[in-house]
């Protein structure tokens, strides 16, 4: 399973980005992303179950950005707003053939799939 993650840039504090996230032939219930900033750990952004349940956020993301799924094209979105300095990073794709419980769909262990990331960097 490949999951191909695109979209990242360099982008000004308050603008926008939309990263894709394009898995290669399967539907997964469970779909995230995660970020890791340079000498940080990777942490959660948000996740979407395509059975139950409204999109998960990370609270340094809620109001800002929005995760999202086509599913005639079997891709997953994250439109990012209002963007600030404290985003960049890389930002990867995750999934799972689980439909995680919520409490455990901030956990990366839970993703069995990772996509190869894509970079954000936010400038004054």
């Known amino acids: 399973v490949q999951l191909q993650a695109s979209g990242g840039g360099l982008v000004q504090t308050g603008g926008s980005l939309r990263l894709s996230c394009a898995p290669s032939?399967?539907?997964?219930?469970?779909m995230a992303w995660f970020r890791q900033a340079p000498g940080r750990e990777r942490e959660f952004v948000a996740a979407?179950?395509?059975?139950?349940?409204?999109?998960s956020y990370a609270s340094s993301v809620k109001g800002r950005f929005t995760i999202s799924r086509d599913r005639a094209k079997n891709t997953l979105y994250l439109q990012m707003n209002s963007l600030k300095l404290e985003d960049t990073a890389v930002y990867y794709c995750?999934?799972?053939?689980?439909?995680?419980?919520?409490?455990?769909?901030?956990?990366?262990?839970?993703?069995?799939?990772w996509g190869q990331g894509t970079l954000v960097t936010v400038s004054s």
């Open positions: 995750a999934s799972t053939r689980s439909n995680l419980i919520v409490s455990s769909l901030y956990r990366s262990g839970a993703y069995e799939y």
């Open positions: 032939s399967q539907t997964f219930p469970t």
């Open positions: 979407t179950r395509s059975t139950s349940g409204s999109p």
